[in-house]
Protein backbone atom coordinates (compact mmCIF):
# COMPACT_ATOMS: atom_id res chain seq x y z
CA UNK A 1 0.00 0.00 0.00
CA UNK A 2 1.47 3.40 -1.10
CA UNK A 3 2.01 6.07 1.68
CA UNK A 4 -1.15 8.51 0.33
CA UNK A 5 -3.57 5.34 0.40
CA UNK A 6 -2.46 4.38 3.67
CA UNK A 7 -3.17 7.69 4.87
CA UNK A 8 -6.63 8.05 2.78
CA UNK A 9 -7.45 4.65 4.52
CA UNK A 10 -6.19 5.70 8.23
CA UNK A 11 -8.49 9.26 7.69
CA UNK A 12 -10.98 7.26 6.75
CA UNK A 13 -11.04 4.94 9.65
CA UNK A 14 -10.99 7.45 11.91
CA UNK A 15 -13.66 9.44 10.52
CA UNK A 16 -15.97 6.38 10.95
CA UNK A 17 -15.09 5.52 14.26
CA UNK A 18 -15.81 9.46 15.25
CA UNK A 19 -19.39 9.01 13.91
CA UNK A 20 -19.79 5.57 15.26
CA UNK A 21 -18.89 6.98 19.12
CA UNK A 22 -21.41 10.46 18.00
CA UNK A 23 -24.00 7.80 17.59
CA UNK A 24 -23.58 6.02 21.12
CA UNK A 25 -25.45 6.45 23.56
CA UNK A 26 -24.30 9.07 26.31
CA UNK A 27 -24.82 6.89 29.82
CA UNK A 28 -26.71 9.18 32.51
CA UNK A 29 -24.47 9.46 35.81
CA UNK A 30 -25.34 6.86 38.88
CA UNK A 31 -28.02 7.50 41.30
CA UNK A 32 -26.94 8.71 44.76
CA UNK A 33 -27.59 6.13 46.94
CA UNK A 34 -29.10 6.28 50.28
CA UNK A 35 -28.84 3.11 53.57
CA UNK A 36 -30.74 3.66 56.65
CA UNK A 37 -29.51 2.52 60.19
CA UNK A 38 -31.19 -0.08 63.14
CA UNK A 39 -32.61 1.01 66.24
CA UNK A 40 -29.91 0.48 68.85
CA UNK A 41 -31.55 1.98 72.20
CA UNK A 42 -34.11 0.39 73.89
CA UNK A 43 -36.11 0.89 77.22
CA UNK A 44 -34.05 -0.81 80.10
CA UNK A 45 -36.58 -2.75 81.35
CA UNK A 46 -37.37 -4.71 78.06
CA UNK A 47 -37.97 -8.35 78.89
CA UNK A 48 -35.04 -10.60 77.88
CA UNK A 49 -36.55 -13.36 75.03
CA UNK A 50 -35.50 -17.00 75.64
CA UNK A 51 -36.87 -18.10 72.26
CA UNK A 52 -35.57 -17.46 68.37
CA UNK A 53 -37.26 -15.49 65.86
CA UNK A 54 -37.15 -15.69 61.99
CA UNK A 55 -38.20 -13.02 60.62
CA UNK A 56 -40.25 -12.84 56.92
CA UNK A 57 -38.87 -10.60 53.89
CA UNK A 58 -41.57 -7.96 54.12
CA UNK A 59 -44.15 -8.22 51.61
CA UNK A 60 -45.25 -4.37 49.81
CA UNK A 61 -46.93 -3.24 47.11
CA UNK A 62 -45.35 -3.10 43.83
CA UNK A 63 -44.62 0.71 43.86
CA UNK A 64 -42.79 -0.04 47.20
CA UNK A 65 -40.82 -2.86 46.17
CA UNK A 66 -38.09 -0.81 44.87
CA UNK A 67 -34.61 0.93 45.39
CA UNK A 68 -36.20 3.92 44.39
CA UNK A 69 -37.39 6.22 46.92
CA UNK A 70 -40.91 6.57 46.97
CA UNK A 71 -42.76 10.09 46.51
CA UNK A 72 -46.23 11.19 46.67
CA UNK A 73 -47.64 14.49 45.69
CA UNK A 74 -51.55 13.26 45.69
CA UNK A 75 -53.12 10.77 48.15
CA UNK A 76 -53.44 8.62 45.06
CA UNK A 77 -50.61 9.21 43.04
CA UNK A 78 -47.16 7.53 43.75
CA UNK A 79 -43.45 8.54 42.03
CA UNK A 80 -40.07 8.81 42.66
CA UNK A 81 -36.96 11.15 43.48
CA UNK A 82 -34.64 11.63 40.20
CA UNK A 83 -30.91 10.75 40.61
CA UNK A 84 -31.55 8.95 44.09
CA UNK A 85 -31.95 5.66 45.64
CA UNK A 86 -31.49 3.24 48.60
CA UNK A 87 -28.83 0.52 48.48
CA UNK A 88 -31.33 -2.24 48.39
CA UNK A 89 -35.17 -2.60 47.87
CA UNK A 90 -37.54 -1.34 50.53
CA UNK A 91 -38.68 -4.85 51.47
CA UNK A 92 -35.15 -6.22 51.93
CA UNK A 93 -33.14 -3.12 53.90
CA UNK A 94 -36.51 -3.16 56.60
CA UNK A 95 -35.70 -6.83 56.82
CA UNK A 96 -32.44 -6.24 57.36
CA UNK A 97 -32.59 -3.28 59.89
CA UNK A 98 -35.52 -4.99 61.72
CA UNK A 99 -33.16 -8.06 62.26
CA UNK A 100 -30.21 -5.82 63.28
CA UNK A 101 -32.58 -3.53 65.83
CA UNK A 102 -33.05 -7.25 67.07
CA UNK A 103 -29.86 -7.95 67.53
CA UNK A 104 -28.63 -4.71 68.96
CA UNK A 105 -31.57 -5.10 71.83
CA UNK A 106 -29.23 -7.79 72.93
CA UNK A 107 -32.67 -9.48 74.84
CA UNK A 108 -33.11 -12.45 72.46
CA UNK A 109 -31.35 -15.83 71.45
CA UNK A 110 -31.43 -15.74 68.19
CA UNK A 111 -32.80 -13.70 65.52
CA UNK A 112 -32.23 -13.86 61.55
CA UNK A 113 -33.93 -14.37 57.90
CA UNK A 114 -37.09 -16.67 57.40
CA UNK A 115 -35.46 -19.63 55.59
CA UNK A 116 -31.57 -19.76 57.46
CA UNK A 117 -30.92 -23.01 58.70
CA UNK A 118 -32.22 -22.49 62.35
CA UNK A 119 -35.42 -24.01 64.24
CA UNK A 120 -37.16 -20.60 65.21
CA UNK A 121 -40.06 -20.28 67.97
CA UNK A 122 -41.29 -17.86 66.48
CA UNK A 123 -41.76 -16.10 62.63
CA UNK A 124 -42.77 -12.42 62.47
CA UNK A 125 -44.65 -11.98 59.35
CA UNK A 126 -44.13 -8.02 58.04
CA UNK A 127 -45.99 -6.03 55.98
CA UNK A 128 -44.53 -2.25 54.62
CA UNK A 129 -47.68 -0.70 53.80
CA UNK A 130 -46.51 3.04 54.04
CA UNK A 131 -42.77 4.11 53.28
CA UNK A 132 -42.56 7.44 51.46
CA UNK A 133 -42.36 11.45 51.30
CA UNK A 134 -45.49 12.84 51.17
CA UNK A 135 -45.68 16.63 49.94
CA UNK A 136 -49.77 16.73 50.23
CA UNK A 137 -51.80 19.86 50.05
CA UNK A 138 -49.53 21.35 48.28
CA UNK A 139 -46.35 21.53 51.07
CA UNK A 140 -43.03 22.33 49.86
CA UNK A 141 -41.31 20.13 53.06
CA UNK A 142 -42.07 16.70 52.72
CA UNK A 143 -43.34 14.00 55.88
CA UNK A 144 -41.87 11.12 55.85
CA UNK A 145 -45.23 8.22 56.79
CA UNK A 146 -43.73 4.63 57.49
CA UNK A 147 -46.69 1.97 58.13
CA UNK A 148 -45.87 -1.35 59.07
CA UNK A 149 -47.99 -4.25 60.15
CA UNK A 150 -46.28 -7.26 62.19
CA UNK A 151 -48.52 -10.86 62.93
CA UNK A 152 -46.77 -12.94 65.47
CA UNK A 153 -46.95 -16.30 64.60
CA UNK A 154 -46.09 -19.62 66.67
CA UNK A 155 -43.88 -22.16 65.48
CA UNK A 156 -44.57 -25.22 64.19
CA UNK A 157 -48.28 -24.93 64.69
CA UNK A 158 -48.08 -21.48 62.23
CA UNK A 159 -50.75 -19.79 64.78
CA UNK A 160 -50.96 -16.13 64.55
CA UNK A 161 -50.95 -14.79 68.57
CA UNK A 162 -50.46 -11.28 68.18
CA UNK A 163 -51.12 -9.16 65.45
CA UNK A 164 -50.08 -4.85 65.47
CA UNK A 165 -50.21 -1.54 62.95
CA UNK A 166 -47.11 0.18 63.61
CA UNK A 167 -46.92 4.19 61.99
CA UNK A 168 -44.63 7.32 62.38
CA UNK A 169 -44.87 10.25 60.38
CA UNK A 170 -42.27 12.84 61.00
CA UNK A 171 -41.92 16.16 58.97
CA UNK A 172 -38.44 16.82 57.19
CA UNK A 173 -36.90 20.49 58.11
CA UNK A 174 -35.80 20.97 54.76
CA UNK A 175 -36.30 20.06 51.02
CA UNK A 176 -32.52 18.57 50.81
CA UNK A 177 -32.22 15.12 50.08
CA UNK A 178 -30.07 14.79 53.07
CA UNK A 179 -32.92 16.25 55.30
CA UNK A 180 -35.22 13.92 53.72
CA UNK A 181 -33.23 10.61 53.82
CA UNK A 182 -31.93 11.17 57.36
CA UNK A 183 -36.06 11.88 58.16
CA UNK A 184 -36.81 8.57 56.68
CA UNK A 185 -33.64 6.82 58.79
CA UNK A 186 -35.39 8.74 62.38
CA UNK A 187 -39.23 8.11 61.00
CA UNK A 188 -38.46 4.11 60.66
CA UNK A 189 -36.06 3.71 63.44
CA UNK A 190 -39.52 5.22 65.70
CA UNK A 191 -41.39 2.14 64.06
CA UNK A 192 -38.68 -0.57 64.49
CA UNK A 193 -38.10 0.45 68.16
CA UNK A 194 -41.65 -0.27 68.53
CA UNK A 195 -42.21 -3.42 66.82
CA UNK A 196 -38.90 -4.80 69.00
CA UNK A 197 -40.25 -3.83 72.33
CA UNK A 198 -43.95 -5.33 71.05
CA UNK A 199 -42.50 -8.44 69.75
CA UNK A 200 -40.54 -9.31 72.82
CA UNK A 201 -43.34 -7.94 75.45
CA UNK A 202 -45.63 -10.39 73.57
CA UNK A 203 -43.43 -13.48 73.17
Known amino acids: M ?29 PQLYTLTPKSTFPADLPRAPWQLAVERPTAPAGLSTVRIAVARERLTLDYYAGVAWVDDAPNMVQRLLIESFENSDRIVGVG ?28 VPAINVRINVKQVQMPQRIIVASEDFEARRRA ?26 TLTQG
Open 173 to 198: PTNRMADIVRTFDDTLGAVLRDIVVW
Open 113 to 140: REGVTFRSDYTLKVELREFQAEYFDGVD
Open 2 to 30: TELPRRAFLAGGLAGLTAACSQLPIGKPP
